[in-house]
């Protein structure tokens, strides 16, 4: 007996969904008719409205300043035709149609990047909320919570009666299975009068069938496991059939989430995956024949989760190499579903909004679509290849039937959704040579993903996907390091350097895009520049790693080529920072002299120790020019993209590097010439930097970039470094360097070292005369004549010292010239000449503070006389010096009195 009722409420179940299908094809099908009827009495209408002899009142004809009314039902728009239609037809007829009012021109969109920034979407949290507010305090609330009463009521019956056995199974499951029919088919019958009242009852009514008919197959197995799945799958047609014919979306949710967990629900454990996919791709099925009449979004994303989020789970815990015959076709034939229902929602948008990209179905879908592959096909040669092949094929022939669909209107609406799969293409088509040559395929294909959400969310101005795509591509990056490496690789041509590549492309093209973006959310302001850094590193750290490994064997060019690749990189950087409008990919020049800077000294320090190397050796005679030539690229073109001060401080930094290695050029040319060192050598290191410090002194070079506009940087800050290096050069070789000139012989005063030592001294004095304005604006110009008289009287000592080592033999140390007696009396007799001539001079220039020097000096050699020198008792030195000292202390005093008090100012010196 119970067995013959469950057959008949099985039968009403199944008879219910397929006469609510027949309903919905023919309801469907009378519709469209209804549709073309209304639009064709409507055109009738408006012809007889503007026939002659037609009452000109107001309810008739429009006038041109009124909006025209809304148009009546069909029935009454026919019933006014009809009244106005003139007895017999005129002999002229002469339509005079009333002018229509101009349709309102669309606002012009101000962000060519993303033409819908003027509304924001709602964040998900945001809407959650707002639904579960809804549900409780909008509608019918008090049939809302008397329908969840009910269900814990029903759930706690069952308890009751199964504790105390007050009933037999059958009747409490028959009891429970009536009543969700009576609810369902109450609810049907509610839908014209209460609408909302209707759904819920219909709703609740398939709730309560759906835990009966779990409860009789997995807690009583009362039912058997194909009558069971059956059952649930009508249900499921049935909720699907009457949301369409009612337009209620969540009843349409409802019924396929019960759909989905049947299997789930009513699993054997017998892991037959062929039967569970051909499940889901008929549920599938239905989904797609929905999304053909609705934009039901949510209900497309429920198939999509369940369909791949289930099967991810079973290839990853049961999946075997022999399933592969009986799975690839599923994949294909869910790819292709998921693909077509973005497309479907697309169209299905209102017209304002058509072309509206679902982000999810359309990128989500080939990612995890494209990951299952991996799995099926890692055992095949080239699989992944092809399959990338056949995908890019695949989106480019959609996007030409989608270009290529309908009206010029329709087209330009569905142009983003174009654009969206010809970059899906391009992307796949781009994975061709790293998919065959490389198995890291995840991380790069991760990346490009994440950068086209990010053109996704900035175009359709949603912040979740712009979000996630820059998350995607940091996880994309740990990926691809830990996965695994080939020994050998062709060169560029290989997974590791292709793959840092396109890491770094997705993360540019994403700062770029996210920098144009007008309509980010506040947190969102500097994304763009931490992808930009993002993808800096990975860029450079590529280039480098490649040219690291493929140079192996010629590692003396390793420095040079890195050097190129950078100056290169930064070059290509700063025109596209011109080109595009993007400021910020002109900062890595910055780090370009920094680099140079770092190569120099290695080279220089090898010249030291090896004789062949140098720093224009191994093509460095091509690579320093190159480089010099892209940094002064980059600063030309930088101007108005980088601060002014950067930009001035990287041109003195330049001048003085060049500086540099064409005097470590020089050095090495005569060390190689000649093989003189010490002095020529030393005397190099001078003589370059200081033509070069003249060279710039030229006024006709101001007339020529860089110094027409970095006239201070390279004549005042640059040379004034110069200058000061020179003059510790000048102090520092007069005081260590003995003056060997092999094979020149030694002359005081004109051997080579003094006489470069000369030059440099009055260099530096002609450039602090040529730019006295802007030194003496910084420095007193007293404090440089005493700093240069300081420098002339030590000097002096010092070229003293080299003629007594030379001529005396007494070694070139200050320890060995304090012991000598020939040193020191030469030393008093030429302090006393130097106050002679300081004396005299003063004299004849009435310069009282010259004079009281020039007497200090003569004290000072006094005081040296009887202090050191009269120690040495008993010889010719103690004697000449005293007689010397004496005879120069007359002449001053008979020929350089001390000027008169006020004569330098009288005399204006």
């Known amino acids: ?194 609408p909302g009242f209707a759904l819920l009852m219909q709703g609740g009514g398939i709730g309560l069938l759906f835990l009966d008919v779990f409860a009789a197959f997995k807690l009583y197995q009362l039912l058997p496991a194909a009558l069971a799945f059956a059952l649930m799958l009508g249900l499921v047609c049935t909720s699907a059939a009457l949301a369409l014919l009612q337009d209620a979306k969540s009843l349409a949710f409802f019924g396929a989430t019960g759909g989905f967990l049947a299997p789930v629900l009513l699993s054997t454990g017998s892991g037959n995956h062929v039967a569970l996919f051909s499940y889901y791709a008929l549920l599938n099925t239905g989904i797609l024949i929905i999304a053909w009449f609705k934009a039901w979004r949510e209900l497309n994303l429920l198939g999509f989760f369940f369909t791949l989020g289930i099967g991810s789970f079973w290839g990853v815990t049961s999946y075997k190499a022999r399933y592969f015959a009986s799975t690839e076709p599923f994949l294909i034939l869910f790819f292709l579903m998921f693909t077509l229902i973005g497309v479907l929602f697309a169209f299905r948008q209102p017209p304002k909004l058509r072309g509206y990209v679902d982000g999810t179905l359309v990128f989500g879908t080939p990612i995890i679509c494209f990951s299952l592959q991996t799995a099926l096909v890692k055992d095949i040669e080239y699989g992944l290849a092809i399959s990338a092949l056949v995908v890019s094929l695949f989106y480019i022939g959609l996007a030409r ?125 500097y994304h763009h520049l931490l992808l930009f850094i993002w993808g800096i590193i990975w860029w450079f750290g590529g280039g480098v790693n490649e040219l690291s490994y493929q140079l192996i064997p010629y590692y003396i060019y390793h420095d040079y080529a890195v050097l190129l690749f950078i100056g290169l990189s930064c070059a290509v950087l700063m025109m596209l920072a011109r080109r595009i409008s993007w400021p910020v990919a002109a900062w890595p020049s910055l780090f370009l002299l920094p680099l140079m800077i770092l190569v120099t000294p290695e080279g220089i320090l090898q010249g030291f120790f090896y004789p062949h190397e140098h720093l224009f050796a191994d093509l460095g005679w091509f690579v320093w020019p190159a480089s010099f030539a892209l940094l002064h690229y980059c600063l030309y073109k930088g101007r108005g993209l980088l601060y002014e001060w950067l930009l001035g401080v990287i041109h003195v930094g330049s001048y003085l590097l060049l500086v ?92 080579p070292l003094e006489l470069s030592q000369l030059i440099v001294f009055l260099g530096i004095a002609r450039w602090l005369f040529l730019r006295q304005d802007a030194v003496s604006a910084l420095v007193p110009w007293q404090s440089f004549l005493m700093l240069a008289g300081a420098t002339a009287f030590l000097w002096l000592n010092a070229a003293l010292a080299r003629s007594v080592h030379q001529f005396g033999a007494v070694p070139f140390a200050l320890d060995s010239m304090l012991d000598s007696r020939l040193y020191q009396a030469a030393l008093a007799i030429l302090w006393g000449t130097l106050a002679l001539i300081l004396m005299m001079t003063a004299h004849g220039l009435k310069h009282r503070t010259l004079w009281l020097i020039g007497a200090v000096l003569v004290g000072i050699t006094v005081g040296k006389l009887f202090l050191i020198d009269l120690a040495n008792s008993g010889t010719v030195e103690r004697i000449v010096s005293f007689l010397a000292v004496g005879i120069l202390l007359m002449i001053i005093g008979y020929f350089a009195p001390l000027p008169p008090a006020g004569s330098e100012e009288e005399e204006g010196v």
Request: net charge positive; charged share 15%; glycine share 6%.
């Open 660 to 751: 540099l290695i064409l005097t470590s050029e020089a050095v090495w040319l005569v060390r190689s010439l000649g093989g003189w060192q010490n002095t020529w050598e030393l005397i190099i290191w001078a003589l370059v930097p200081l033509a070069l410090l003249q060279c710039v002194q030229n006024v006709r070079l101001t007339r020529y970039w860089p110094l027409s506009h970095y006239t201070p940087q390279y004549r005042d800050q640059g040379s004034a470094v110069l200058a000061v290096l020179l003059w510790v050069w000048l102090l520092t070789s007069a005081l260590l360097s003995p003056g060997d000139a092999t094979p020149l012989p030694f002359i005081p005063l004109c051997n």
């Open 1 to 194: 007996m119970i067995e013959t009722i469950i057959i008949i409420i099985i039968g009403g179940i199944l008879f219910v969904g397929i006469a609510l299908v027949f309903l919905l094809v023919r309801t469907s099908t009378q519709k469209k008719l209804l549709q073309g009827m209304e639009k064709r009495l409507n055109k009738c209408e408006d012809v007889l409205d503007a026939l002659p002899g037609k009452d000109t009142s107001a309810e008739s004809v429009p006038l041109k300043d009124e909006p025209r009314a809304h148009p009546s039902p069909p029935k009454e728009r026919v019933k006014s035709a009809a009244i106005h239609r003139p007895a017999s037809p005129p002999q002229e007829v002469s339509f005079q149609v009333a002018e229509e009012e101009p349709e309102e021109q669309p606002s012009p969109v101000r962000n060519p990047v993303s033409p819908s920034s003027s509304e924001t979407p709602p964040d998900p949290v945001e809407r959650a909320i707002a639904y579960v507010q809804q549900f409780f305090t909008q509608g019918n609330v008090v049939l809302r919570v008397g329908l969840l009463v009910l269900f814990f009521g029903v759930a706690f019956l069952l308890k009751y009666a199964a504790e105390r056995n007050m009933l037999p199974i059958e009747i409490r499951l028959l009891g429970v299975a009536l009543a969700g029919i009576a609810m369902l088919v109450f609810g049907w019958k509610q839908r014209l009068q209460r």
């Open 401 to 525: 039937f989608l270009w290529n669909k309908g009206n010029e209107r329709l087209r330009q609406g569905m142009r983003t959704l174009t654009e969206a799969f010809l970059a899906l293409a391009t992307r796949r088509s781009s994975d061709l040579v790293p998919l065959a040559l490389s198995g890291r395929w995840t991380a790069v294909t991760w990346a490009m993903e994440g950068a086209a959400l990010i053109w996704l969310g900035v175009r359709q101005n949603r912040m979740m996907p712009r979000n996630f795509g820059t998350l995607l591509q940091f996880i994309a990056a740990f990926f691809f390091l830990t996965g695994s490496y080939l020994p050998e690789r062709m060169i560029l041509f290989n997974g590791i350097y292709l793959g840092c590549l396109i890491i770094s492309l997705s993360a540019l093209f994403s700062s770029w895009y996210l920098y144009r973006a007008d309509n980010l959310r506040s947190f969102e302001q």
